[in-house]
Nanobody
């Protein structure tokens, strides 16, 4: 089991940047696929970015490619999401996720963080 705690959300103007952090506890962090999802009001939770279990592959939703960057520090058991050129449509609750399988589908996620709100004003 992996326990996940997100931080770093907040209010930012369009075009600004934020960095989210996800601190993980549990001995399976380094062998888990890790990533980020988001959920806007009235919408389904959607994949944003993620690492494969080996950490050698990264995946991004088309809507964030070129603007968001995911990284991880295995020594600190932490995953980051650097978000640049933010848009109002990026407004959502962002969730850290861990999986023993794939990371791009919400149905394969075994552990979720509590979520952190990101609000982008126009």
């Amino acid at each position: 089991q992996v326990q996940l705690v997100e931080s770093g959300g907040g209010l930012v103007q369009a075009g600004g940047s934020l960095r989210l952090s996800c601190a993980a506890s549990g001995r399976t962090f380094s062998s888990s696929a890790m990533g980020w999802f988001r959920q806007a009001p009235g919408k389904e939770r959607e994949f944003v970015a993620g690492f494969s279990r080996s950490g050698s592959s990264t995946y991004y939703a088309d809507s964030v490619k070129g603007r968001f960057t995911i990284s991880r520090d295995n020594a600190k058991n932490t995953v980051y999401l650097q978000m640049n050129s933010l848009k109002p449509e990026d407004t959502a609750v962002y969730y850290c996720a861990a999986s023993s399988l794939g990371i791009t589908l919400a149905t394969t996620i075994s552990n979720w963080g509590q979520g952190t709100q990101v609000t982008v004003s126009s």
